[in-house]
């Protein structure tokens, strides 16, 4: 969606209704404004408005934009994306840094884990579609049902992948073996804390959180209350 037509569906939501013609001399006008505009929009007595449905639906999406999205959030899935079928894994998605010695053996307690539990975790470090890598983990974490990150060291790359997945209201475990302070952002949220010495009590650990990952579809569990 254009620009303007962003601004337009901005300006007729908080305005009511207006000319068309006063409307558009407020826009970025290209070939293209009027008919995507007039896609969304209804006329009465001369005069353009959104429609009752689509304020409602405004009206839904800045209530739950307010604060922090929660998993109920109507963007948080990709809308053009089949819906799951059942007993298909659930995908998931782990954010952690590459570099560490411990990235190999902790990686394949998180994969097995997951695995135990109907889940397919996608780690970003194994993507090979080419294209940029944002997006690509943009759309890792917007499929995912649950992102799992390790935030020990508090690696950049980890902490933003973190943020991608808080603002997409997505439900996130996250791991750490505590040898720093946590930042204060994520300080109050619940973390496993884990020791290298013990994986088998950080893959019990991680298929209880799991398998406690509330259900999306009515096959899968009781009605999720956020």
């Not at 060291?153 to 933003?160: E, F, M, Q, T």
Request: charged share 25%; net charge negative.
């Amino acid at each position: 969606m254009d620009r303007d037509v962003v601004n337009g569906l901005h300006f007729l939501y908080q305005k009511g209704e207006t000319e068309l013609t006063k409307l558009l001399e407020k826009l970025w006008c290209g070939p293209d404004s009027e008919p995507d505009l007039l896609a969304m929009v209804r006329f009465r007595n001369g005069k353009v408005r959104l429609s009752k449905q689509l304020i409602r639906f405004i009206k839904a999406v800045e209530v739950q934009m307010a604060n922090l999205p929660k998993p109920d959030f109507v963007f948080g899935f990709p809308l053009s994306q089949a819906p799951r079928r059942e007993g298909e894994p659930r995908p998931a998605f782990v954010a952690m840094p590459y570099g560490p010695h411990w990235f190999k053996p902790v990686s394949e307690v998180i994969v097995k884990s997951a695995s135990s539990a109907n889940f397919q975790a996608e780690i970003s470090k194994d993507l090979s579609t080419p294209g940029a890598i944002t997006d690509q983990i943009w759309q890792g974490i917007r499929r995912a049902e649950v992102i799992v990150a390790d935030i020990s060291g508090h690696n950049p790359n980890v902490l933003y992948e973190l943020g991608m997945a808080h603002a997409l209201g997505k439900e996130v475990v996250l791991i750490e073996q505590g040898a720093e302070q946590t930042p204060f952002d994520i300080y109050t949220s619940r973390r496993i804390l884990y020791d290298l010495s013990d994986l088998p009590a950080l893959e019990s650990s991680l298929m209880a959180a799991f398998q406690a990952v509330s259900a999306r579809y009515l096959f899968e569990g009781s009605q999720p209350y956020f």
